[in-house]
Every structure is written in structure tokens, then in C-alpha cells.
């Protein structure tokens, strides 16, 4: 049996995320930030190892809403961006919508926006 056959076309014809290495203070198409968060040590040493995490991170959450100043239901945590940016074409996009992206932008806009039919 071709597994492949198993897979939708426009999964097939995705390419591999490359992102490009540009000298700059911040990369925003990579999703990265020129600000810190000056909580990062304290989260660091708060991290049980040996525990599956809170899967709302609600100390996670009041934690960072302290520090900038906001509340803890306006946090939408995630296992890193890519699961975020799913989120929210789960959430938003409907079969036919039209995606339009910027160039230079993070990637994974355009490969999440081919993903969903």
C-alpha cells in the first residue's frame, strides 16, 4: 500500500519551512521579539520537571499578566507560535475565505493558510 495516496494533494505539494538567517536586532517574520520578558527567570525556576503542566497555565498566565500589566484571561498560551497560528485558522478561516499574507512575513501563515482546504 503507497501511504502517500493516503495523503490530501495540497499536503503533498507543501515544501519543507525554511527561514532565511538576516543579521538584525529582531526577525518579526520569524516571530521573534526585541523585548524581553523580565519574568523569564522566574517562570524558569517555577518549572516542575517531573509534572505534566497546568494545560490552562493559569500560574503561567498570572504570572506574565502581572508583569505586563493586563489580565490572565487575555493570554492564549500554546505550545510555541505554529500551534497558535492553527488555532487561529481553526477558529477564524472557513473553506473558500482568502488568505493574504506580506512578504517578507513568518511562514507559517502561508503554510498553515495551505493546510486547511
Avoid: H, W
Avoid at 3 to 19: D, M, T
Avoid at 30 to 47: C, L, M, R, Y
Amino acid at each position: 500500500m503507497n501511504i502517500k495516496k493516503l495523503i490530501r494533494p495540497n499536503i503533498r505539494s507543501l515544501s519543507a519551512y525554511q527561514a532565511k538567517e538576516i543579521p538584525c536586532i529582531a526577525k518579526l517574520d520569524a516571530n521573534e521579539s526585541p523585548f524581553g520578558f523580565t519574568i523569564a527567570k522566574e517562570i524558569i525556576q517555577s518549572v516542575q520537571t517531573n509534572r505534566y503542566p497546568d494545560p490552562e497555565a493559569k500560574s503561567l498566565k498570572k504570572t506574565i499578566a502581572k508583569d505586563l500589566k493586563i489580565r490572565p484571561g487575555n493570554i492564549l498560551q500554546g505550545n510555541g507560535s505554529d500551534e497558535l497560528v492553527t488555532m487561529m485558522f481553526k477558529a477564524l478561516v472557513n473553506k473558500g475565505d482568502e488568505v493574504i499574507t506580506a512578504n517578507p512575513t513568518f511562514l507559517i501563515y502561508k503554510i498553515v493558510a495551505q493546510i486547511f482546504p
